[in-house]
């Protein structure tokens, strides 16, 4: 795949860059499941759901759709609670079946003659475009500038960006103004903000946000939730976009339970839910933070803004193995283009099993 860095240098090739091509297929899932593919008893931190999900009402609304699987699912009720939540008519929302459907669609519906994807980020949009034909390029960005981006580095002529934020897997939060510069017309640019509802007041969001040219917002209620295996999300885009998307779609391509789920996310009262849980993943990530700046050996990449950090340190790979070995599995940070060996993501879990994780980590760094 070829590579755009703008003006700033890559890092040392040597130190970090991948040996081969990275496996865009791989996910964190697979670090907390047995040779069989069996659910182990790990603790998990290789996968970015919050731990303690789904809550108890919000599985009473899910097993009450049960009552209506004999008919074909109807989303009209969940996608008029998603365009209420962000202040959008209905004909700029798209619900899908988890965001991952999302960048298929994309890849297919979406015309692109030079799409671009900003790495490291989760990489089921550019696995996504590859599978539909296309030529990708990459824009890496540089751990010595924080992953941060630099709006210049994404090309000119590029028609299609797609980037995370806040992304997947550095925790970088872009500013929303640097995004909405990449904004212009004639290019579709795609913003993943699949854990935008685990930032403290979503402050660099762009969901809502009518007035820039191609805009496609993306948003998850699996993470935040606990609904990885329900898989629901949505599109927020312009009403010919979401059309187009739509055509690509099979048809009820959104289970019922999972049109329950969306439409009780979007309420109130689970806004304000997962408001206050945002605010205290913030205080877990900060103690997770400082107990990890108790090894001199490992750099945090920050500042972290989601439910997970990332890590760098001497044999990462030696260390996931051995922290296995003592019932923690993290996420291997090799499969993400511009990550090396010498990367591990950890998701934010509360304080008690953060404090057990390093007390196992100090075991493996001695």
Partial sequence: MPAHTGSAPLRDAAEDAPPHEPDLRHHGDAEVRGAEGALTDLTDLAVNVRSGTPPAWLKARIAASLDGLAAYPDGRAARRAVAARHGLPVER???TSGAAEAFVLIARAVRARRPVVVHPQFTEPEAALRDAGHDVTRVLLDARDGFRLDPAAVPEDADLVVVGNPTNPTSVLHP???LAGLARPGRTLVVDEAFMDAVPGERAALAGRTDLPGLV???SLTKTWGLAGLRIGYVLAAADTVAA????QPLWPVSTPALAAAEACCAPEALAEAAAAAGEIAVDRAHLLARLGEFPQIRAAGPAAGPFVLIRLPDAD????????RGFAVRRGDTFPGLGPGWLRLAVRDRATTDRFVTALGEVLV
């Fill in 93 to 95: 929302v798209l619900l």
């Fill in 318 to 325: 030696g260390v996931r193995a051995a922290l296995r070995a």
């Fill in 245 to 248: 998307l739509e055509r690509a």
């Fill in 176 to 178: 929303a103004g640097v």
């Fill in 217 to 219: 917002v993306l948003r």
